[in-house]
């Protein structure tokens, strides 16, 4: 999924930036039925901090309005930015989270993820 670490940075006010290259494929053809109407999906960065047990960051997200578009894959950069709240991030292990809620014509939203582990980002900033 992490193909490339652009840049990582520290922001004037002392938060941890990084820009990802990312490449994201999926198959939720599976998500569709006759009462789907479409699937909200998003990829989040998610890992630990001296404040938090989980921290959530969103990097990517998409609507899939159809069973002919549930099956892709995109290469792009984060498209929100990947900031940490302090200078947490340096060396930090991190998992990528590939959500998705199935938004149905009538009834109750359905959500569910694959975690994708084993992920760090460099020791310095570069």
Same mark, same amino acid.
Do not use: C
């Given at each position: 999924?992490?193909?490339?670490?652009?840049?990582?940075?520290?922001?004037?006010?002392?938060?941890?930036? *990084? =820009? /990802?290259?990312?490449? @994201?494929s999926a198959d939720l053809q599976s998500m569709f039925t006759w009462n789907t109407k479409q699937v909200f999906v998003f990829l989040a960065a998610e890992y630990e901090s001296p404040q938090n047990?989980?921290?959530? *960051? =969103? /990097?990517?997200?998409? @609507?899939?309005?159809?069973?002919?578009?549930?099956?892709?894959?995109?290469?792009?950069?984060?498209?929100?930015?990947f900031v940490d709240q302090g200078n947490n991030l340096r060396g930090k292990a991190f998992n990528l989270t590939l959500h998705w809620h199935v938004m149905p014509k009538t009834g109750k939203m359905f959500a569910d993820k694959i975690v994708m582990t084993g992920y760090r980002l460099p020791e310095d900033y570069r």
């Open positions: 999924m992490v193909l490339n670490i652009n840049w990582f940075q520290k922001q004037p006010n002392g938060n941890d930036e *990084v =820009s /990802l290259t990312l490449n @994201i047990s989980l921290n959530q *960051v =969103s /990097l990517w997200d998409g @609507i899939i309005p159809s069973k002919e578009d549930a099956k892709f894959s995109i290469h792009t950069t984060n498209k929100y930015r």
